[in-house]
């Protein structure tokens, strides 16, 4: 089926490798997304981490997302891309004092503030710029989200944000300082999350701690991102959930009256869309193995090696019926460079095109020139 999506006849002439963007399928997502998320006060942003692609960026920019940023440089990406400065979000929990400084002059939309020593550091800085900084409190909800320990961030073993119980002396510091204006609290329990459980106890948490806080006024809440995709079958699934995903928060979050709720979706938004497409340069027998030896390796898509994480691997070119078992792997110099292992594919040649499926997000941009090797290229059509 992957055959009949892919212009092969465009990448058989293209030197590989390089990321291939279907952008209609991008352009379907977010209208998905627009649809599902159109409850009162739904407010999406794009988590820029996931893919700056100029291309796609400016698709989901002109599309009236808001978006998500963790650095100076994603903050002036973001802006660049044509997003609103209010509708820009900015978290991480080593923001620098530049940092800082530009989200302030920016007049982003608010600073999702991780401990006390940034708040304080935010306090100074606006009031050493006569401004006034807009800020939520990124709560730690000590919620497992059942997915790979790398992406998981709500526990309180991690680092991210801070736990309900250390809040008061945090709001405390807002209420009485002029520089600082709450904008409410801040969550993200994970990454690639793939059923709506861990999403409705995170409501439940909310909603408890709304309760206590009692006649505080909180006018945002933000919930982060996390919903995972279909890397198993993109072909049956290119377009994940929303509706089930939005349909678990307008469930289950009890919102006030004139409250917003926003998330911060990067991987649902674009990971389908992508490929990273590679020739193969040999197929080697081995004594118990059968390597396909890829141009492409973990330096353009790191995920497999990082997290041991399953892309499909589909031959665009091979005419066999005929199905061997191959491990398929990229040409650094390290036995993690390895994209898949047994896997099934149609009898395969040197020079066959291979597609390495759901690539568009966490792809390209944790790219790297290890091995001095160049960074992948990028199509979109
Ligand atoms: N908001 C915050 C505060 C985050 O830390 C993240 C992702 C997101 C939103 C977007 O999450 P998403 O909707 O994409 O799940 N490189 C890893 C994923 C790292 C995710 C980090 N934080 C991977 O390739 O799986």
Redesign the pocket.
């Known amino acids: 089926m992957s055959k009949t999506i892919f212009p092969i006849s465009l990448f058989e002439q293209e030197e590989t490798p390089f990321y291939y963007y279907d952008l209609n399928l991008l352009k379907n997502t977010i209208e998905a997304i627009r649809k599902a998320s159109d409850y009162p006060g739904f407010m999406v942003?794009y988590?820029l981490?996931?893919n700056t692609n100029p291309e796609l960026l400016k698709i989901i920019a002109s599309s009236g997302l808001g978006a998500?940023t963790?650095s100076k440089g994603e903050i002036k990406t973001a802006l660049a891309a044509g997003f609103a400065a209010d509708k820009i979000v900015f978290?991480?929990v080593g923001k620098t004092d530049a940092e800082i400084k530009l989200a302030i002059e920016s007049g982003i939309g608010c600073l999702?503030v991780e401990s006390f020593p940034e708040l304080n550091a935010i306090r100074e800085i606006a009031a050493g710029l006569g401004r006034t900084a807009k800020v939520a409190i990124?709560v730690n909800p000590e919620i497992d989200a059942h997915t790979?320990h790398?992406?998981t961030?709500g526990l309180a073993e991690n680092k991210?944000g801070t736990l309900a119980c250390d809040l008061e002396p945090m709001l405390r510091t807002i209420h009485e300082s002029k520089e600082l204006e709450f904008v409410g609290f801040?969550f993200?329990i994970?990454?690639?999350?793939t059923t709506p459980e861990p999403f409705r106890i995170l409501c439940e948490r909310i909603n408890k701690m709304q309760e206590e806080l009692g006649d505080l006024e909180i006018p945002v809440i933000n919930v982060?991102?996390?919903?995972?995709i279909d890397y198993d079958d993109p072909d049956k699934n290119p377009i994940p959930d929303f509706k089930s995903y939005f349909g678990t928060f307008a469930r289950y979050l009890k919102l006030r009256p004139g409250q917003e709720l926003h998330f911060?979706?990067?991987?649902?938004?674009v990971?389908q869309c992508g490929s990273l497409i590679s020739r193969v340069v040999y197929v080697k027998e081995g004594h118990v193995k059968r390597f396909v030896i890829l141009d492409a390796g973990m330096t353009d898509l790191?995920?497999p090696a990082?997290?041991q994480?399953y892309h499909r691997i589909d031959n665009l070119t091979s005419d066999s019926c005929k199905r061997e078992t191959y491990d398929v792997v990229g040409p650094i110099c390290e036995s993690s460079d390895t994209f898949g292992e047994n896997i099934p594919l149609p009898l395969t040649k040197r020079g066959d095109l291979i597609a390495i499926r759901s690539a568009g997000?966490?792809?390209e941009v944790?790219a790297s020139s290890y091995n001095c090797r160049p960074l992948p290229r990028a199509i979109s059509r």
């Open positions: 942003h988590a981490k996931a998500d963790v978290a991480g999702n990124r790979h790398y992406i961030t991210f801040h993200h994970g990454s690639q999350i982060g991102g996390g919903l995972g911060e979706l990067g991987r649902a938004v990971a790191i995920r990082l997290y994480a997000a966490y792809g944790m």
